[in-house]
Structure formats: C-alpha cells, structure tokens
Nanobody
Framework: QLVESGGGKVQPGGSLILSCAVS????????VAWFRRAPGKEREGVSCINRSDGTTYSVDSVKDRFTISRDKDKNTVYLQMNELKVEDTAVYYC????????????????????WGQGTQVTVSS
C-alpha cells in the first residue's frame, strides 16, 4: 500500500516536499517512482529511486529542481520540489514495482504494479 501526503498550494518559486509511505515490503525490494497528471494531460513519470542501490533517475524537466530520496527506517520515499512553476500543477502519485530498475530509458506507468491515491499540488500566485 502506498499513501502520499504533503501536497498543497504554493506560489511560483516555492518549495514542497511530498511523502510516500510504503507498507507491505521494505524499500530494498521495490523501485518507487513519482508520477504526475496535470489537468487535461496524460500521466507522466517524474522521478524514480531503485530498490537495491538507491540510484535515482529524474526526467529532464525536473532534474535540476526535484530530488527523490528515501528513508528506509521509515519506509518512506520523498520528493523534494524546489523552484516550483505553474506548469508543475498536477496530482502527484507514487508507484512501486518489485522488478523494475529505473534508468534513463524513461518512466512508464504500465511498468508499475502498485499505486497510491495521489496528492494535489497547485502552483499559483
């Protein structure tokens, strides 16, 4: 089970940190990713952290502003979002999969087997 939290409304240029609490298996056994769906758009991958080595991958549009990390003691994955833009407005979802290894081949929602319910992030002045 995946439960997101931390969404809200923030002004452009601001920061937010999202949390994804993972239950059922230690993070060492799951790759966990963040996706988002903006109004009127398809869901897109944002960032991913791998299960065994903790390496990360982020898409070009966010890699200089967003950081994915994990706390294995809390079994939680975080998405630190800085320098937020209006176009970052979306529902953010976390997803996990026990087999996937995230890489610069991209993030595709059909590769992930478990999903959270999402948390709304609104960037607006």
């Amino acid at each position: 089970q995946l439960v997101e939290s931390g969404g809200g409304k923030v002004q452009p240029g601001g920061s937010l940190i999202l949390s994804c609490a993972v239950s059922g298996a230690p993070l060492n056994y799951h790759a966990v990713a963040w996706f988002r769906r903006a109004p009127g758009k398809e869901r897109e991958g944002v960032s991913c952290i791998n299960r065994s080595d903790g390496t990360t991958y982020s898409v070009d549009s966010v890699k200089d502003r967003f950081t994915i990390s994990r706390d294995k003691d809390k079994n939680t994955v975080y998405l630190q979002m800085n320098e937020l833009k209006v176009e970052d407005t979306a529902v953010y979802y976390c997803a996990s999969d026990p087999m996937l290894y995230c890489s610069d081949n991209g993030l595709y929602d059909h590769d992930f087997t478990s999903w959270g319910q999402g948390t709304q992030v609104t960037v607006s002045s």
